[in-house]
């Protein structure tokens, strides 16, 4: 089997629309050195373009960079090299019309749920405010908790109000940094089948960045696959399995070792 | 809650405390007697002093009189401490530029002020509102500055991300984020305005619970009312952080120490 790598950027491949939701081109970050050290390339070369709608996964081994060519992605940081490009607009800082969801929980923990969901929704009148932050806790299903506040909820219930607020600011593109990372193993498994469930009422583009490729062929549309520092994109491999996707089956299994492959790394079964 | 366990709750709450109140009064009794003091007061005499305070009119006179000066110290540190707190937990080249003069000047104890106090204000109510601003404006600094510093940056990025306007920033993040750590400092520094104005009060004015204390020493060895004087600045200060305690349940902060009111 042949594996799509990005390097000439394919502009049909984005049926629904003339020009992709999001364009990386030739990206490159280096950090420079600390108390003199020499510089750390980060990234090199990274090109993706990501379509309305899609949703599409990174994975790489930790540390690779993933995190930093999502946060060149959302604004903010700012390569060193080359650009990005949301909607044709160039992007040089984060922007309400893109909502990162942070690995470390980004929710307010002195709002209640309630605030918290409407942080984005300055501008409305408080009863569409009110209407939209209960359609979206109706949606991640925290209903009924509105009065809470974020110590009284689990972390997989915190991930949700933060979704909830990505949402309810309706975004073009959401970021999110191994969002799941912190779960136990039965909360992360419920959160992806919600995440695909929201994803498909609400047809939003996402970017989602993991180090668990179960968790990128269960989720993604196509997974990127970045290499050891400085990362470049190894693979960018296309799943065409139906959802839900079913961990043992063989389209699966070859799936994920073609990625492992892309990662050089391989598992012996 | 079953029965047992409330009185096993009553039982630690009251009758325990009450009893080792009650063992040290009588202790304090006895070895008195034992030893023979004509100074030294019984708990007794120390009542008795307490009344004989609360007749003349002078206990209610002087705990105003305390408390006036701590509320002004207290209220200008707060005015100064806080906002100058945030800032330099804001700024970091406000922080480099004051931080040093300010750890050089937050170790001298208010007490030795004392001298510059009188030379400068004289003896009236300023100078022990100057020392109680001293003794109190440090500690708040620093809480407000640390309490910035300690703001989780992924807070400030979310902001950033939803658009925050600088103003927003300010209102809608850093101050609720920073509020419980700027109340804690204000506890413990509402704690030490109370140490120094006893301090203050020895030597710069004519009035107060300090004044009491060295002024029944000096004129006529009232060793009862001195021991009076002690324990209404104990009761007092500790009515204060009772008071400051209170303050940590309301809503605005109650998220930090999760004791939220269901």
Known sequence: MEIAVSEVPDPTRCAAASTPAVVVRDVAMRYPGQRGGEAIDVLQHINVDVCRGEFVCFVGLSGCGKTTLLNVIAGFLTPTEGQVLIEGELVRHPDPRRIFIFQEGGVFPWLTVFENVGFGLGGKTPVARGELIQHYLEMVGLTGCERLYPRELSGGMRQRVEIARALASNPEVIFMDEPFGALDYFARFKMREDLIRIWRQERKTILFVTHDIDEAVQLADRVVVLGRRPATVEAIVPIELERPRHLNSTAYLQIRDRILGAMGMQLDH | ?262
Do not use: C
């Open chain 2, 1 to 262: 809650m079953t029965v047992s366990a409330e009185k096993a709750g009553l039982r630690s709450a009251v009758i325990l405390p009450l009893g080792v109140a009650g063992v040290f009064l009588l202790t304090w009794d006895v070895v008195v007697r034992f030893s023979g003091s004509e100074l030294f007061p019984k708990p007794f005499d120390v009542g008795k002093g307490l009344v004989e305070l609360f007749q003349k009119g002078l206990l209610f006179k002087y705990v105003v009189a305390s408390l006036f000066r701590v509320t002004w110290g207290f209220a200008l540190a707060v005015l100064v401490g806080v906002p100058g707190g945030l800032a330099l937990g804001w700024f970091r080249r406000a922080h480099e530029a004051f931080n040093p003069l300010i750890q050089g000047l937050r170790p001298i104890s208010p007490i030795a002020w004392i001298p510059l106090a009188i030379l400068w204000f004289g003896v009236s109510d300023a100078a022990p509102i100057f020392l109680i601003f001293l003794a109190s404006v440090f500690p708040i600094t620093v809480a407000a500055a640390a309490a910035v510093k300690n703001v989780p940056t992924v807070y400030l990025r979310a902001a950033r991300n939803f658009g925050l306007s600088p103003q927003q920033l300010f209102g809608r993040v850093i101050l609720p984020a920073t509020l419980p750590q700027i109340l804690t400092g204000l506890r413990i520094a509402l704690g030490v305005a109370w140490l120094v104005v006893v301090a203050a009060e020895m030597i710069a004015v004519n009035s107060g619970l300090g004044y009491l204390i060295i002024d029944s020493r000096n004129a006529g060895k009232r060793y009862d009312l001195v021991v009076a004087g002690m324990i209404m600045i104990g009761v007092i200060g500790w009515l204060l952080d009772l008071l400051m305690r209170q303050m940590e349940r309301i809503q605005a902060v109650g998220w930090a120490y999760g004791n939220r009111g269901e």
